[in-house]
């Protein structure tokens, strides 16, 4: 218990809505909301709980495996910081002027039930986009305010996940069309954060 204290006891509340800010911009569940009833349609279970509970998992196992594998490789978390950056600045490109640059797997699956799993926590919510953003920032926060900044972030996403018909139904497609607008310029401006930011301090 003391340890836990410890641990969370390092906890900058600026630092947490940051970068709850910067990764509910990424992880977007408001946007993502069109794909969850297109699945529900084509006869796809969805139990939010455990799209939650698994994409919680996945994130903070490369949370606190990432850098390692980053040293196994021998990159310095500067220069992924830049490459990340670079790689959101695509994604946050896609959700502003709604092009499509990261070609996304078909969301057909042969195992019943595993919706829940697959896509949605992996690769939708858990994916690539989320593993680069994590690891990117963590040169600039720490991994305290980072794993209250997730559970913000996966309590966010169940209750779209479990209001999804209620949001569609009043705050309508336009709505949604402007968060994810708004979300996009955020994470536009962060990417170039992480990316001049890392800049300076390697030259």
Not at 52 to 81: H, P, R
Request: one cysteine or more.
């Amino acid at each position: 218990m003391e340890a836990i204290r410890n641990f969370f006891g390092v906890v900058d509340i600026w630092q947490v809505l940051s970068s709850f800010i910067f990764l509910i911009a990424i992880i977007d569940p408001f946007g993502n909301i069109p794909v969850t009833i297109a699945m529900e349609k084509r006869g796809f279970k969805i139990h939010a709980d455990k799209v939650c509970i698994a994409s919680l998992v996945i994130l903070m196992a490369f949370l606190f495996l990432g850098e390692w594998i980053l040293k196994l490789f021998g990159v310095q978390i500067e220069y992924f910081a830049i490459a990340g950056g670079f790689v959101i600045l695509l994604m946050a490109l896609e959700m502003i002027l709604d092009v499509t640059i990261f070609q996304n797997d078909k969301l057909e699956s042969e195992v019943e039930g595993a919706g829940s799993i697959v896509p949605l926590a992996f690769p939708m919510y858990a994916g690539p986009g989320a593993f680069t953003a994590l690891l990117a920032i963590t040169a600039e926060y720490s991994i305290a305010s980072l794993c209250v900044s997730l559970l913000l972030c996966m309590l966010v996403l169940y209750l779209v996940l479990i209001g999804t018909n209620w949001l569609t139904k009043y705050l309508g497609q336009t709505a949604l069309y402007i968060i994810r607008k708004f979300f996009g310029i955020i994470v536009l401006a962060i990417s170039c954060k992480l990316m001049f930011g890392n800049l300076a301090a390697i030259f």
